[in-house]
């Protein structure tokens, strides 16, 4: 990694795990991450994948609201791979996330003037942060229904992925 990304790597997990002190910080509940797959890759992936686990070498950046992990979908299609594309959510019950909006650049205090151009769904992320580690799938893909239709997000059929947060 070297030097110099090894040092701030250290530090911002040194600061995050002095956030998780601060109960008002602490986040033991759902939150939301939004990524878009090659429909193969979706299927090798999170198909009968109840007891898999996938594992995080680095920080898991989440959200509060389902619309911002919808919104980073359409954001990732273009590196999902060739073919039909899925549109994830994962919704991971976290056990020790770090609500870190108010000084996320991506937060209620500068995403609207920093990122001012950026889709309205992405400014104000209500970020959260969870540890590097695993997160182990409890649920096999179920489709995200609006009005009884299976919802489309940029022309990506949309599935919500449930997961755990295993705590080492």
């Given at each position: 990694m070297g030097k110099?990304?090894?040092?701030?790597?250290?530090?911002?997990?040194?600061?995050?795990?002095?956030?998780?002190?601060?109960?008002?910080?602490?986040?033991?509940?759902?939150?939301?991450?939004?990524?878009?797959?090659?429909?193969?890759?979706?299927?090798?992936?999170?198909?009968?994948?109840?007891g898999k686990t996938i594992e995080y070498?680095?920080?898991?950046?989440?959200?509060?609201?389902?619309?911002?992990?919808?919104?980073?979908?359409?954001?990732t299609k273009k590196w999902a791979g060739d073919g039909e594309k899925i549109a994830v959510v994962q919704r991971i019950t976290t056990k020790?996330?770090?609500?870190?909006?108010?000084?996320?650049?991506w937060g209620k205090n500068l995403g609207p003037t920093r990122h001012s151009n950026a889709e309205k769904a992405i400014q104000i992320q209500e970020e959260v942060v969870l540890k590097p580690g695993l997160l182990k799938q409890v649920a096999e893909p179920v489709p995200i229904m609006e009005n009884g239709i299976h919802k489309t997000i940029n022309g990506m059929k949309a599935y919500f992925i449930d997961f755990i947060e295993v705590v080492n």
């Open positions: 110099f990304a090894e040092t701030g790597w250290r530090h911002a997990k040194e600061g995050f795990d002095e956030l998780r002190k601060v109960p008002s910080r602490l986040v033991k509940d759902e939150v939301f991450s939004g990524k878009a797959f090659s429909k193969s890759q979706f299927e090798a992936d999170f198909i009968n994948g109840i070498k680095s920080f898991i950046f989440t959200s509060k609201l389902q619309s911002v992990a919808e919104a980073f979908t359409d954001l020790n996330g770090v609500y870190i909006d108010d000084l996320s650049d």
